[in-house]
């Protein structure tokens, strides 16, 4: 099974049932079935890698919307895995109800990877090759997929590079440290992204996605046990938060002591 099904299965988990959008091949309870014992081998092996965590997390929102990046990342660092890991790649065959396939010899690099190689060293070469490929490719498929190709997504605006709301901090650091909610609740204390928070109830993780959404807000994943909730924020100034429920609802706002 190739890392693109393992990613479509994840994004399929993450939406949940109403929104999701299933790999081919995969229908009803066998999708419910595959997409449930593969996150769960993923999850037990890559659980603290940041590019399926940003995946679940982006995936998991209201809207739902995957960058072309973090797919792309996330097939990246299952497909590296697979290779590294024999015992990782047959458990996924399993969990997606497929036999694993007999040891091969690894593959010669493909395009894209001679590409991202080439876009390192020599980044003018890398240009016109890309070119190339993409009037190559187009011409004799006629169709080409997303994964297929490097992403030609535009680079991620300021706010993931210099922090939501001019913070000066990288992406989701800028959640880091305590708030105080105007609700009268319990402050909230954020660590590393992705790791624990307090001020929810029970012992919780935390995980915010790296750049806004059209509308300008982060995607905020809390996880207690087996449980998740899913929150919006919108930085209205460096050390000033408006949080929204996963359906867009105003919930609170919080001050950064």
């Not at 996150?39 to 659980?47: D, E, K, Q, S």
């Not at 493909?110 to 009037?135: E, F, N, W, Y």
């Amino acid at each position: 099974m190739g890392p693109e099904i393992v990613v479509g299965l994840l994004i399929a988990w993450a939406a949940g049932r109403d929104r999701r959008l299933a790999p081919s091949g995969y229908t009803g309870e066998a999708l419910d079935r595959a997409m449930d014992r593969v996150h769960a081998v993923v999850v037990a092996r890559l659980g603290g890698s940041e590019a399926v965590e940003r995946l679940l997390v982006e995936a998991g929102t209201e809207r739902g919307a995957v960058t072309g990046r973090t797919r792309a990342d996330a097939v990246r660092t299952i497909a590296d895995t697979i290779r590294a890991d024999p015992a990782f790649a047959a458990a996924l065959h399993a969990a997606a109800g497929s036999p694993a396939p007999l040891p091969a010899p690894l593959p010669a690099p493909g395009l894209r990877t001679r590409l991202l190689i080439q876009a390192r060293t020599r980044p003018a070469v890398a240009a016109a090759l890309v070119a190339t490929a993409i009037v190559l490719v187009a011409g004799v498929i006629g169709l080409i997929t997303g994964s297929d190709l490097p992403t030609t997504e535009s680079a991620p605006p300021s706010s993931a590079a210099t922090g939501p709301a001019g913070t000066g901090k990288a992406g989701p650091d800028a959640l880091i440290g305590t708030w105080t909610p105007s609700d009268g609740t319990a402050p909230k204390i954020f660590t590393t992204n992705g790791g624990t928070c307090t001020g929810f109830g029970t012992a919780a993780n935390c995980t915010l996605a790296i750049a806004p959404d059209p509308a300008g807000r982060y995607a905020l994943v809390v996880r207690q046990s087996a449980d998740s909730s899913h929150y919006e924020l919108e930085f209205l100034a460096a050390d000033h938060l408006v949080v929204y429920d996963a359906g867009g609802s105003r919930l609170y706002e919080l001050d950064r002591v």
